[in-house]
């Protein structure tokens, strides 16, 4: 399996502070990873840097073969990002905000059609407005969004925050689906006896260092 | 595997997907509208003065533009950065440049709709006269005047989209920025309506004004948003 994330020694520094110090992680594809750890011991900042979204300023990192340190741009469409916010417009319908991303990468109607379908918001509720939706119905929406950008490496924030069991049980099916599908997923989550039960492995993330 | 799209291809889509949402909200239609032309009969009744208001119809119209320029610029930011919709943007790795100029066309439209009302108000309320050749010098000068205001709006709005007090940071760093477009855009109104004497052909020099002031927020604007958009 070849390695999506690759992370060795990486400094991070965010507002001033370090929050990522000398880390070091290896990801493969396929993998279901879950980072685990308290408030502030930099999961988000990982999950950002991989999204290149930070500079590293020391030790070396890359992305889906893509030197973070040269470059953090060229990843950026190949990765997807969901933090505590979805991403979503909350004008638009359901079909509305996933075809806006499907435009961005060519992707077929067909394809956006048979993407909501998989995630359960098709027909009458693909026309909602966003803004309409419950916080489960808006998360599958954010992730059906990935699915059409086609991210390969899925990085997510508490995806469980705020959702009911039912909601949970369907975020999981839909990780699990996108790994099936070749995606790779880094997972940072407080609810870990779920999210455990999700990952491939689990790794500690403390005070700016991952710990196997 | 994602594929990078075209500047063209993004500004089309995030400029169509502004469009819906004002389509879709009429904010715009329902507040923004209704609030300049309130402006403007407030104008009205402070002047009351048919010559006087004759006279500064042009400026009227334009500062009534830039009022309503400050809303539009917060809507169009504030429907981006109110779930995240701007940043999964940046992270999706969308050519910036392809968001900037998106947000400004869809911003242009807008604000060439509430103009077109708004010159309409100002015959109307006004009384100010157009003929034919001043025509064509309205359609130029507004034509590039909106430009020049929608990506200095643009490129401002994506400045303040991130900070705290953005509401009052914009007009407070876009208002002095846009004063070279109100005093072109009243000069070449001014003309287009013979008001206070002023021919026609004066106008034109200021139309000139206002197309490279649009040329050069556009191309900075291009240059630059990435970087301001970033963290």
Known sequence: MSIV?????????????????????????????????PNGAGKTTLLRACAGLLPIVRGEASVLGVDLCVDRQSVRPRVG????????????????????????VGAKVA???????????????????????????????????????????????????????????????????????????????????RARGLATRSVSVVAGRVVS | MSTQLSLGRVARAVAAKD??????????????????????????????????LTRVAGGLVWLATLFSLIVIIQRSFAVDTADGALEAQRVAGLDPAGIFVGKALAVMVQLV?????????????????????????????VLSATAGLSLVGTLYG???????????LLPLLMLPVVAPVLIGATRATESAFTSGGAAVSDGWPWVGVLVVFAAVFGLGGILSFGSLIEE
């Open chain 1, 81 to 104: 990002l969901l933090g505590h916010a979805n991403g979503l417009f909350a004008d638009l319908t359901i079909s509305e905000n996933v075809l806006f991303w499907a435009q961005m």
């Open chain 2, 113 to 141: 709709t509430l103009e077109i009302m708004l010159f309409v108000a100002a015959v109307v309320l006004y009384r100010v006269q157009l003929h034919a050749d001043g025509a064509v010098l309205l359609v130029t000068c």
């Open chain 1, 5 to 37: 994330v690759d992370f060795r020694d990486a400094v991070v520094v965010f507002n001033g502070f370090p929050a990522l110090a000398e880390a070091s992680i290896e990801v493969r594809r396929g993998e279901i990873v879950l980072l685990q750890g």
């Open chain 2, 158 to 168: 994506g400045l303040t989209a991130g900070s705290r007090g953005r509401e009052t």
């Open chain 1, 111 to 193: 394809e956006v059609a048979s993407t909501l379908q998989r995630f359960g918001i098709d027909g009458r509720l693909a026309e909602q407005k966003v803004m309409q939706l419950s916080a489960g119905q808006k998360r599958r929406c954010a992730l059906a969004c990935l699915v059409v950008r086609r991210a390969e490496l899925w990085l997510l924030d508490e995806p469980h925050a705020g959702l009911d069991a039912t909601a949970r049980d369907e975020i999981d099916a839909i990780i699990r689906e996108a790994c099936a599908a070749g995606a790779t997923v880094l997972i940072a989550s407080h609810e870990l006896e």
């Open chain 2, 19 to 52: 469009l819906r949402i004002e389509m879709r909200s009429r904010v715009v239609v329902n507040q923004v509208f209704p609030f300049a032309g309130l402006v403007m009969v407030m104008f009205a009744f402070a002047l009351d003065n048919d010559d006087v």
